[in-house]
T-cell receptor, first 110, second 112 residues
Framework: SQQGEEDPQALSIQEGENATMNCSYK?????LQWYRQNSGRGLVHLIL?????REKHSGRLRVTLDTSKKSSSLLITASRAADTASYFC??????????FGTGTSLTVIP | EAGVAQSPRYKIIEKRQSVAFWCNPI?????LYWYQQILGQGPKLLIQ????????DSQLPKDRFSAERLKGVDSTLKIQPAKLEDSAVYLC??????????FGPGTRLTVL
């Protein structure tokens, strides 16, 4: 399976702390994306990092990509209760065909 | 800009019955995806359309699942007959080909 694997499966932190979640994948990619899914809702695109990029920032989000290790990390700084959600990485192998990981469930405690 | 629309939002059926889901993508989005998301897992791509042509349906269980996008706009996904293991959320997404997918709210299917 080309599906990625997120780690940890679940994460619980206090509001204001940073949250880090990781994604590992198996094959070469064009790009990697992170999505957020609130309970019972659809997925929302957060950030895209291309295979020739190593780090990208968007607001409180920081994404890194290490193609040699086939891994990516998502850092959410100064977390808020509203960040409580499941986070998925999605790898684009080619032709805009996406394979999602298993997700990290983040709980931010007020 | 209106988002991706899906209906129904919820559906409960008996096993061996048939069910159909509808998706209307964002206007102008040529690419449309159907995903199956089983509880506790990530979305699994079932089928990808580019306009009204199929790009990838390698993970679609073709003995019971079918999908069409006849006019290159809205799409339907059908399951016939349904099995217990088909219980999941069925997500539709669309994109312009710029890599960012926009997801609808999903249809939660329960097969009893």
């Amino acid at each position: 399976s080309q599906q990625g694997e997120e780690d940890p499966q679940a994460l619980s932190i206090q509001e204001g702390e940073n949250a880090t979640m990781n994604c590992s994948y198996k094959t070469s990619i064009n790009n990697l994306q992170w999505y957020r899914q609130n309970s019972g809702r659809g997925l929302v695109h957060l950030i895209l990092i291309r295979s020739n990029e190593r780090e990208k920032h968007s607001g409180r989000l920081r994404v890194t990509l290490d193609t040699s290790k086939k891994s990516s990390s998502l850092l959410i700084t100064a977390s808020r209760a509203a960040d409580t959600a499941s986070y998925f990485c999605a790898t684009d192998l080619s032709g805009n065909q996406f394979y999602f990981g298993t997700g990290t469930s983040l709980t931010v405690i007020p | 800009e209106a988002g991706v629309a899906q209906s129904p939002r919820y559906k409960i059926i008996e096993k061996r019955q048939s069910v159909a889901f509808w998706c209307n993508p964002i206007s102008g989005h040529a690419t449309l995806y159907w995903y199956q998301q089983i509880l506790g897992q990530g979305p699994k791509l079932l089928i990808q359309f580019q306009n009204n042509g199929v790009v990838d349906d390698s993970q679609l269980p073709k003995d019971r699942f079918s999908a069409e996008r006849l006019k290159g706009v809205d799409s339907t996904l059908k399951i016939q007959p349904a099995k217990l293991e088909d219980s999941a959320v069925y997500l539709c997404a669309s994109s312009t080909g710029s890599n960012t997918q926009y997801f609808g709210p999903g249809t939660r299917l329960t097969v009893l």
